[in-house]
């Protein structure tokens, strides 16, 4: 048993006495009523319509990557014969008939959603998805051009017969399985034909009038056979498993071991395979036999597949169909002085922490301007930063190179096993080696998950440093729609901390005590389970007590035994969560003192927040963990402690959030989500994210307070939806 095992196993033993067996719910179940919530959003009618269709597609895209690397995981785990229960209790084959049994549901409620709902409200809207027996005779006329000058030339037909064996079928590819007839020989033939995914999903016929591209595929693909007789087309789609498996230890080049693995990625076996519900049985047996797949793992769908193609029609110039268009505004604590040009970030950092809180404060003006300045600073000698993912055009990996251009030393820390962004990364790793920057990868078995920049800057003969602490990516783009915490400050203990633990992931040495800073995989468990063991003590002393997080993912065993123990013990446990949530709240004896909230909506809630009453001294820490296995043992994570005025202003937003005039959805002890958000016709309940919009008035427009190069990107910007 390793050493990280033994201190789980001990905290685990320390908090759980007493407890009962089932106090857990199961995590892959957890997920699955997140993206219900995602669902209940895009049936929600009174919501715009084009921002239903968006969550239709959030929700496809998320399915996709539950199917390709949780599923994945527990379908390698029976294959290898493991027979471990879960946290929850359930083995893995129980676990893994109950997930994909559920799945089904969803999706099935998924695409009822679309057909049903959403579909007929868009044509009420004037905007038509049309299939091909609903077009004209001269659209399809239209159709037959488009068809033989754009896509007819990247179409490859591929037939199924002795000499030519079943094709590979790529993971998320949409495919038509055609039936054809040779009208000598009267032999029925297989071919597959693969939707090209570098077209247009939505052919555009008409004003705001839209055809499928698999359909005008479809309505042309006899065109693929001359001289054979089209007996029937179905379209079907695989998702494979994608998850990576890198041996760090054996491989001289990580970089290479891992574009390795990435090209093996695109082989992994099928774990979903979804065709559409008017399929000829035969040919969906063949499919099955042909890709290997179980019955249970097939999923038969009214409508279109793949709806992720609805992200298309955010591009739509229909603002009466969407929400009002939102750009943060700068920081009042970077915007105070009234001046023309941009204002001096380090100058403010020298006074005062700044926290940050995006999208509302604006990114851009802010942490992208932070590290701009410091860029072209003559004084700035050196700039330290870790980067998990960016944007595909990202201004802060120019900044990183023109700072080194300049000749000042710079460090960039990228995580090339960020989960899908691997190829993305090892792009940028590449750019900025030939630029001058010295990249490292960080620490063998440990992913880099803390967002962290550090700027040494001569000021008049003395060496200081300023920080920033994040709890989400250097994205531009992402920071737009997801929310989250940021801390500027020149701090010296933060900065000795900082530069403690870029050293430790540059070169070698034991990660040492830190100030103002709690660092995974060292001590942030034992830390978080002391703060709480604090709070059951106060507690039992009389003292005030309480315990607040925020985060999107709560799973961890250790910590949830703990605030269990704190329930009980009379601390106020109050959780709000995104995403999975392993805690039973309202148990009578277990966990009467917790609740669990949870909010979504326009924006993604991203940030993390960790909050102690401590008898009237709070704490608060925000950082980049969630409370998992993955990031409290297996990641490189830090949270950083807050001042006493910015904690209570984040203090004053967790009020807001957990109040039960905003509307939020309640976890009930059985696992179930219960929407609350319509309030009485004199009172409705508050949208969170809505008054913080109103609550962060845009002082003045961005181009006063930004570089050219910066209020450019701010522009391009605008409509861009952030990836997942």
């Known amino acids: 048993m390793s050493d990280e095992t033994m201190e789980i196993t001990k905290i685990t033993a320390a908090t759980s006495i007493g407890l009962p067996a089932d106090r857990y719910l199961d995590r892959e179940l957890s997920w699955l009523a997140f993206n219900q919530r995602v669902l209940e959003l895009a049936q929600d009618e009174e919501m715009a319509i084009l921002e239903r269709a968006k969550y239709l597609a959030i929700f496809a895209s998320n399915l996709d990557e539950f199917f390709m690397v949780r599923i994945a995981g527990l379908k390698r785990r029976i294959a290898a014969g493991m027979a471990v229960k879960s946290a929850s209790g359930s083995m893995p084959r129980e676990l893994y008939d109950n997930v994909l049994a559920r799945s089904y549901e969803l999706m099935q409620e998924h695409a009822a959603t679309f057909t049903e709902s959403v579909l007929p409200t868009l044509l009420a809207s004037g905007i038509q998805i049309l299939r091909w027996e609903d077009v004209t005779p001269t659209e399809r006329a239209d159709l037959t051009t488009l068809f033989e000058t754009q896509v007819f030339p990247v179409l490859t037909p591929l037939a199924v017969d002795p000499s030519h064996p079943f094709p590979y079928i790529s993971g998320l590819s949409l495919n038509l399985a055609v039936v054809v007839r040779n009208p000598e020989s009267g032999y029925e033939l297989f071919a597959r034909v693969k939707v090209p995914p570098s077209l ?37 789609r695989v998702t494979r498993n994608e998850e990576l498996e890198v041996e760090e230890d054996d491989a001289e080049n990580l970089l290479q071991a891992l574009e390795r693995e990435l090209m093996r990625r695109r082989f992994g076996p099928p774990v979903r395979l979804e065709v559409e519900q008017s399929i000829d049985p ?32 955010q591009k739509l110039n229909r603002d009466d169909l969407k929400l009002p268009p939102f750009v943060g505004r700068t920081s009042s604590a970077l915007s105070e002085v009234e001046s023309s040009s941009a ?10 922490d700044v926290l940050l809180h995006h999208p509302y404060d604006s990114f851009s003006t802010s942490m992208q301007a932070f590290l701009e300045q410091a860029s072209v600073d003559p004084n700035v000698l050196a700039i330290k930063q870790t980067l998990y993912r960016t944007s595909g055009d990202s201004p802060i990996v120019d900044a990183l190179i023109a700072a080194a251009e300049a000749g000042k030393q710079v460090l960039a820390v990228v995580e090339i096993k960020a989960r899908f962004d691997e190829q993305n990364n ?41 920080v920033h602490i ?133 924006f993604l809630e991203h940030s993390r927040v960790y909050e102690f009453e ?16 993955r990031n ?14 910015d904690g209570n202003s984040i203090s004053e937003t967790l009020d807001f959030a957990m109040a039960d005039t905003t509307a939020s959805w309640h976890l009930n002890p059985d696992g179930t989500w219960t929407r609350v958000y319509l309030g009485t016709e004199d009172e409705p ?7 913080l919009i109103k609550s962060h008035p845009v002082s003045k427009p961005p181009a006063e307070i930004a570089t050219p190069r910066m209020f450019n990107t701010l522009l391009n910007m605008v409509g861009i939806r952030g990836d997942r």
């Open 200 to 236: 247009p999903r939505f052919i555009e016929v008409g004003t705001e009038r839209y055809v499928p591209l698999e359909d005008v595929i479809a309505g042309h693909v006899h065109m693929l056979f001359p001289g054979m007789e089209v007996i029937q087309n179905h379209t079907f």
């Open 614 to 629: 401590n008898a009237g001294e709070q704490e608060t820490w925000i950082g980049s963990p969630d409370m998992m296995h």
């Open 685 to 691: 309940l508050d949208d969170y994210q809505e008054q």
């Open 343 to 352: 204002p001096d970030i380090l100058e403010v950092m020298r006074h005062r």
């Open 426 to 466: 090892i792009d940028w790793a590449r750019k900025l080696e030939e630029a001058g920057v010295h990249v490292v990868y960080g620490i063998v078995g440990l992913k880099t998950h803390a967002k962290l920049c550090m700027v040494v800057r001569n000021d008049h003969g003395r060496l200081n440093r300023y």
């Open 282 to 313: 035969k040919i969906l047996e063949m499919l099955i036999g042909e890709l290997g797949v179980n019955d249970n793992e097939v999923y038969r769908l009214n409508g279109m597949l793949d709806l992720r193609a609805l992200f298309e029609l």
């Open 632 to 645: 409290l043992d297996r990641r490189v994570e830090c949270v950083v402690l807050l001042n006493s005025n």
């Open 470 to 602: 994040g709890t989400g990516n250097y994205n531009p783009k992402t920071a737009r729609v997801y929310e989250d915490y940021g801390l500027l400050t020149s701090d010296p203990k933060v900065g000795e901390d900082v530069a403690s633990l870029f050293n430790h992931l540059s070169g070698y040495g034991v990660q040492g005590d830190y100030n103002r800073l709690m660092v995974a995989p060292r001590e942030l468990r034992t830390g978080l389970v002391e703060k709480i063991e604090r709070e059951i003590a106060h507690a039992q002393q009389g003292k005030t007590a309480r315990i607040r997080f925020k985060c999107n993912s709560l799973v961890d065993e250790a910590i949830l035994d703990a605030l269990y123990r704190a329930s009980n013990a009379g601390v106020q446990v109050d959780v709000v969560v995104r995403g999975i949530c392993a805690l039973r709240p309202g148990v009578p004896g277990l966990s009467e003192n917790i609740r669990v909230r949870s909010i979504l909506g326009r």
